[in-house]
């Protein structure tokens, strides 16, 4: 038992076993952190850009405001916010890691006229977002820069957690601002794109049913006022040749009134009494 005890313990000198030991110190300089240090560094000439890039867009654009040019220069301005924020996002998910998901674009395309997209432009929460992103971002990009570039000739020891927690702050205004909203922002894109496929829909119908009505039920009526004013003339003179004509005149009537029926219930689907507006919308 005390040969037992004198016996050398592989525990080693703390007394710990080798699985209990502490891991052994990684090395800080990796490549995350590295990347978290190109984007500090890259702070300042990307936050100057926005920075100028917003104070000149609403500079402009509210100078301009009392002339016509100014409110569609400042939807244009806001547009290319959304470029800005593109390329931010880009750049916090190239070095910082952030998945962010990219916003709904704009359904422009076939709204209701100029005035409308307009409107839409304007009151894009999207762009509006990425402007106060652009507008806060110089001083935070000037401190973020400055803290970087003397850590790395002073503070180099402890560099990485600096970075680690000037890169945090940076993932978070990313999340905050350049995220979308939510989902009932993303719903309400799509609600506006489908309205606006809705929109053009409804005027192609319409026409269509102008074109039916003029190529078709119109040209027959007319046909028939001329041939029952022909018969007329000769109801006296010839009543044979009137009384064909009359039959003619029976026939297009007959023809005018399956096209009307045709074009009734292409305005109004059969499917709507049968089975329903949800099984008339999916058709």
Do not use: C
């Not at 007394?15 to 490549?31: C, E, K, L």
């Not at 016509?68 to 910082?96: D, S, T, W, Y």
């Not at 916003?103 to 509006?128: E, H, N, T, Y």
């Not at 119109?218 to 009384?243: C, F, I, S, T, Y």
């Amino acid at each position: 038992m005390t040969e037992r005890l004198s016996t050398p313990s592989p525990r080693g000198q703390a007394g710990t076993a080798p699985g209990d030991r502490p891991p052994p110190a990684r090395f800080a300089y990796d490549r995350h952190t590295w990347k978290e240090i190109a984007h500090l560094l890259a702070n300042l000439p990307a936050s100057l850009l926005g920075f100028l890039y917003v104070i000149t867009m609403l500079f402009t654009g509210a100078m301009l405001t009392v002339t016509v040019i100014g409110f569609p220069l400042l939807a244009a301005g806001l547009m290319g916010a959304r470029q800005l924020g593109k390329l931010e996002r880009g750049r916090a998910r190239a070095l910082l890691g952030v998945r962010v998901d990219e916003p709904s674009p704009l359904p422009l395309r076939g709204r209701g006229g100029f005035f409308a997209q307009l409107w839409m432009a304007l009151k894009d929460p999207v762009g509006w977002r990425t402007v106060l992103y652009d507008f806060i971002r110089l001083p935070w990009g000037i401190l973020t820069f400055i803290v970087t570039l003397v850590s790395l000739f002073v503070l180099w020891p402890v560099l990485p957690f600096i970075a680690r927690g000037l890169a945090n702050a940076d993932r978070a205004m990313v999340r905050g601002l350049l995220s979308p909203s939510d989902e009932l922002e993303r719903r309400i894109a799509e609600l506006e794109s489908d309205r606006g496929v809705v929109v053009d829909t409804a005027a192609a119908d319409l026409r269509r049913i102008e074109r039916d009505l003029h190529d078709g039920a119109q040209a027959r009526l007319v046909n028939l006022a001329m041939g029952l004013g022909l018969a007329k003339e000769k109801l006296l003179e010839d009543p044979d040749a009137a009384a064909a004509m009359v039959d003619e005149a029976h026939g297009e009537v007959k023809l005018a009134l399956q096209e009307l029926r045709d074009l009734a219930r292409g305005i109004h689907p059969a499917v709507l009494t049968d089975r329903g507006l949800d099984a008339a919308l999916s058709s």
